[in-house]
């Protein structure tokens, strides 16, 4: 899950596993695999920077 900010100001999370694409077109938008898009704040930089902490912080506390 990521925390983005909608153009409004409204704070949403979003499950990144439901991300299909994203574009800066000047502003970021998020095509989800649902057909549904976002438009946000963050730039995709970041958004690709918080999905890489997220995974990194989810799967290295796997156990064997």
């Given at each position: 899950?990521?925390?983005l ?6 704070k949403?999370?979003l499950?990144?596993d ?7 077109t ?39």
């Amino acid at each position: 899950m990521v925390y983005l900010t909608r153009l409004n100001g409204e704070k949403i999370v979003l499950n990144i596993d439901l991300i299909e694409i994203m574009e800066e077109t000047p502003d970021t938008i998020v095509t989800l695999t649902t057909g549904k898009k976002l438009v946000v704040r963050e730039p995709v930089r970041k958004i690709r920077e918080d999905i890489i902490k997220f995974r990194k912080r989810t799967c290295t506390n796997l156990k064997a």
